[in-house]
């Protein structure tokens, strides 16, 4: 199983960045997808969730209105479009897979099977 995440970089407040969650290794329409990010000395925070199989989209109160989550089934991909970046948004950004189908624990770090290796988002004020 491999999870890979791209599409970090350095930009300004108020601008913009797609990440990217390539995966592999299982059944993509199985799982549900989540980004998680991470800024030094903070714990772990839940941005954005989709359950592959419906499209369900759930979001972080942080990030609402400016973050859209999308998945590209033919592609096994999954892609955040975060728009309207602010410093505060700046940290390491993961992205996961969990198999269970519930959401009521989407943002709990523990509750997903397998992790990507991170990619950094800094967006200078």
């Known amino acids: 199983v491999q999870l890979q995440a791209s599409g970090g970089g350095l930009v300004q407040a108020g601008g913009s960045l797609r990440l990217s969650c390539a995966t592999s290794?299982?059944?993509?329409?199985?799982?549900?997808i989540g980004w998680f990010r991470q800024a030094p000395g903070k714990k772990r925070e839940g941005v954005s969730l989709?359950?592959?199989?419906?499209?369900?989209?759930y979001y972080a109160d942080s990030v609402k209105g400016r973050f859209t989550i999308s998945s590209d089934n033919a592609k096994n991909t999954v892609y955040l479009q975060m728009n309207s970046l602010k410093p505060e948004d700046s940290a390491v950004y993961y992205c996961?897979?969990?198999?269970?189908?519930?959401?009521?624990?989407?943002?709990?770090?523990?509750?997903?099977?397998?992790w990507g290796q991170g990619t950094q988002v800094t967006v200078s004020s």
């Open positions: 996961a897979a969990e198999k269970s189908g519930t959401t009521n624990n989407w943002s709990y770090p523990g509750f997903y099977d397998y």
């Open positions: 290794g299982f059944t993509f329409d199985d799982y549900s």
């Open positions: 989709i359950t592959v199989y419906d499209g369900s989209t």
